[in-house]
């Protein structure tokens, strides 16, 4: 599967942005999908995870209550709507996909480039 996300951008605290991230490919619900985020300087963090028809989810806790993790199988499209951006939130985000028999986990198969987000003080 190949992944593109976009939807990056400048904003100021407490804005919001969405992140997408559009999948080829016909077996999109078959993945496992994720987001997750690198800062300059510091190691890629996970975000948010999705089951593959969505049902389930999970989040880092530093985003938890703020951050929405979503998809659309039918678009083959995945989704993060971010609320209540902070300036620690500023980092190229990546969305990436899993297969296999546990959706969520450690270790995504694929990745797609990274969509910055900025956010200002």
């Known amino acids: 599967v190949q992944l593109q996300a976009s939807g990056g951008g400048l904003v100021q605290a407490g804005g919001s942005l969405r992140l997408s991230c559009a999948a080829s490919?016909?077996?999109?619900?078959?993945?496992?999908m994720g987001w997750f985020r690198q800062a300059p300087g510091k190691e890629r963090e996970f975000v948010a995870a999705?089951?593959?028809?969505?049902?389930?989810?999970v989040y880092a806790d530093s985003v938890k209550g703020r951050f929405t993790i979503s998809r659309d199988n039918a678009k083959n499209t995945l989704y993060l709507q971010m609320n209540s951006l902070k300036p620690e939130g500023t980092a190229a985000y990546y969305c990436?996909?899993?297969?296999?028999?546990?959706?969520?986990?450690?270790?995504?198969?694929?990745w797609g480039q990274g969509t910055q987000v900025t956010v200002s003080s």
């Open positions: 990436a996909a899993r297969s296999g028999a546990r959706w969520y986990a450690e270790t995504y198969d694929y």
């Open positions: 490919g016909r077996t999109f619900s078959s993945y496992g």
């Open positions: 999705i089951s593959w028809s969505g049902g389930s989810t």
